[in-house]
């Protein structure tokens, strides 16, 4: 069965780091493009991230550009996501995601995606 499993949330203080990890498992991930989503309660979800199957193209949302990083290990089928300088505007629960297709932009025009269950991330000031 296809999944996707995120881990690394948690509770930090603003201006440190945290590293992200989703899992995936099924044959049809290993060749999508792979990215991660945020949301608060009362919002929509909002597009944070994304890496395309082979790793070579990388797309982010403005407001965690320049203090975040995407890669991923095919190896061990995980994406990561790094994100730097954390602000309390960044606490949210984290999704990882998955689409068909591999480039970034087949993920991003998607109507339909596989979705992880969430990972809380909570910055204090």
């Known amino acids: 069965q296809a999944q996707l499993v995120e881990s690394g949330g948690g509770s930090v203080q603003a201006g440190d780091s945290l590293r992200l990890s989703c899992t995936y498992s099924?044959?049809?991930?290993?060749?999508?493009?792979i990215g991660w989503y945020r949301q608060v309660p009362g919002k929509e979800r909002e597009f944070v991230a994304v890496?395309?199957?082979?790793?070579?193209?990388?797309y982010y949302t403005d407001s965690v550009t320049g203090r975040s990083a995407i890669w991923r290990d095919r190896a061990k089928n995980t994406v990561y996501l790094r994100m730097d300088s954390l602000k309390p505007e960044d606490t949210a629960v984290y999704y990882c995601?998955?689409?068909?297709?591999?480039?970034?932009?087949?993920?991003?025009?998607?109507?339909?995606?596989?979705w992880g269950q969430g990972t809380q991330v909570t910055v204090s000031s």
């Open positions: 995601a998955a689409a068909e297709g591999g480039s970034t932009t087949d993920f991003i025009g998607a109507a339909s995606k596989s």
């Open positions: 099924g044959h049809t991930f290993s060749n999508s493009a």
């Open positions: 890496i395309n199957w082979s790793a070579t193209t990388t």
